[in-house]
């Protein structure tokens, strides 16, 4: 009998205490192309098309049955999501939606931001052991379970950099292992490191905007490109940190310096953090990629350019999921057909 499915929204959620008290954590994705009109009716059309893709499809049942949904303050388009939901829970009891729970972690480098996040993780612990109470050893099993994934998915990233396996691929089997039970989510990755496939194009990292759907991947590799790396929280910067030790207080440390995301942090800390990163993938472009009504990435833009010293090409206002024909023309090397 599987376990009934907690959704969650945002990659600052701590999974393992939903696979800690026998829930199945599974992140909510949005669906590009889809009406999203129900979504765009409580959330309003000034806000991310992800958040009202997502809130459409909760309420369309796209899903499936979610036993509770938790969503994180990872942006601003995710609390606005989370506040519709709590309203709509409360003044439209009819749509029978699951209760709903924001978790808030913060990123910023200090032990006060510690002892803010630990207590945060701790209610949300204390709010999921209405299903099952989660002690000790429950929770250090799932930390080293999830850590376990984690470095799975390093070693399947590792390939990406080494020609043995597509961005779209990859962004695929990180999105597919959000969706499963930890054990089964490990096997998946161990079986893409056991059986790795070609790729090969113009060595592309990826910065901006997050990607829960491989089209804009797909775009790019159609057209020449390797996307070798990204900084976003749907691709690597997912699963780059595990914790230090399997307790909670380990666990809310790994959450607190996640990152650096682009909603969330420094322009500093992101240009550092996206030269070093592109580096590493021996990446030969620089993309940046801002979806419409996010804002955060063009403002990162100029210093991450600066900070890589590659040919560098930000593409502004970019519908969700797609890749305009102007956008792919900056791109392209001069010459070359789009």
């Not at 519709?84 to 990123?107: F, G, N, S, T």
């Not at 496939?197 to 997050?210: K, M, N, P, V």
Request: glycine share 6%; hydrophobic share 45%.
């Amino acid at each position: 009998m599987s376990a009934p499915t907690v959704g969650y929204v945002g990659a600052d959620v701590p999974v393992e205490l939903i696979t800690a008290a026998g829930l199945l954590p599974v992140r909510l994705a949005g669906k590009p192309g889809e009406d999203s009109t129900l979504g765009d009716r409580y959330l309003g059309r000034g806000v991310d098309p992800v958040a009202r893709s997502i809130l459409t499809r909760i309420l369309t049942g796209a899903y499936g049955p979610l036993e509770a949904i938790v969503v994180s303050r990872d942006c601003e388009a995710s609390l606005r999501l989370f506040y519709a939901l709590r309203e709509l829970h409360r003044v439209e009891p009819e749509l029978r939606l699951p209760p709903v729970r924001l978790v808030d972690v913060l990123h910023l480098p200090h032990h006060t931001t510690t002892r803010y996040v630990h207590a945060k993780i701790a209610q949300l612990r204390e709010w999921l052991g209405r299903w099952r109470p989660i002690g000790d050893d429950d929770l250090a099993a799932a930390i080293t379970a999830h850590d376990t994934l984690r470095r799975s998915l390093t070693r399947v990233a590792a390939l990406r950099r080494a020609n043995r396996l597509s961005g779209t691929r990859f962004l695929e089997l990180v999105a597919a292992t959000t969706r499963l039970p930890v054990t089964a989510a490990t096997a998946l990755a161990d079986s893409v490191v056991a059986d790795p496939s070609e790729a090969d194009g113009i060595r592309l990292f990826l910065t901006g905007s997050s990607h829960d759907d491989p089209a804009v991947y797909q775009a790019l590799e159609r057209n020449g490109f390797l996307v070798v790396g990204e900084d976003h929280d749907w691709g690597e910067l997912l699963f780059a940190r595990t914790c230090a030790a399997p307790t909670e207080l380990a666990l809310a440390e790994r959450y607190q310096h996640n990152g650096p995301s682009a909603p969330r942090a420094s322009i500093r800390a992101r240009a550092a953090h996206t030269a070093a990163a592109a580096r590493a993938c021996d990446a030969e472009v620089l993309f940046a990629y801002a979806r419409v009504h996010d804002d955060a990435p063009p403002w990162d833009f100029p210093e991450q350019r600066a900070a890589t010293g590659l040919r560098s090409v930000l593409a502004e206002r970019q519908p969700y999921g797609e890749l305009t024909e102007d956008a792919l023309a900056a791109l392209l090397p001069a010459g070359a057909p789009a």
